[in-house]
């Protein structure tokens, strides 16, 4: 059957059969801590293990999309009316420039080592 709605800019037809395909979908995400090889982080929807997602994170204001890999993903925490996920994942295929993007931000952000109070005898 043709598709008969004159507002369209091109015509429709029926497929026959099925015919399946997959959506992208922006949810927001959390992010726990991160290095320039992966990140934990927290969202309220389960990701598949060994599953690759595309990941936007702005780091001090510098928007980057980086590949992913999905080592683990678990229940975080329960919260009054939803389930946040925690989620391990590891950097694949990542342009020089992100590289640069990811070090620096770690490098800005890494803590001074701990100061250990003692005695010298």
Known sequence: ???????RQAERVDVPGQ??????????MTILNISVKGMLM???????NDSL????LTLDGRS?????RVVYCKIGELREGGVLY?????FV???????????????AHKSPP????????
């Open 64 to 68: 980057v999309v980086v590949k992913g």
């Open 93 to 107: 295929e990542l342009p020089p420039h992100v590289q640069t993007a990811l070090g620096h931000f770690v490098a």
């Open 86 to 90: 925690r989620c391990g994942v590891e």
């Open 19 to 28: 015919v399946t395909g997959a959506v992208t979908v922006f949810q927001p």
């Open 114 to 121: 701990p100061v250990i109070d003692g005695d010298l005898a």
């Open 42 to 48: 927290e969202s309220a929807i389960s990701l598949h």
């Open 53 to 56: 997602h595309d990941f936007r």
């Open 1 to 7: 059957m043709t598709d008969p709605n004159p507002k």
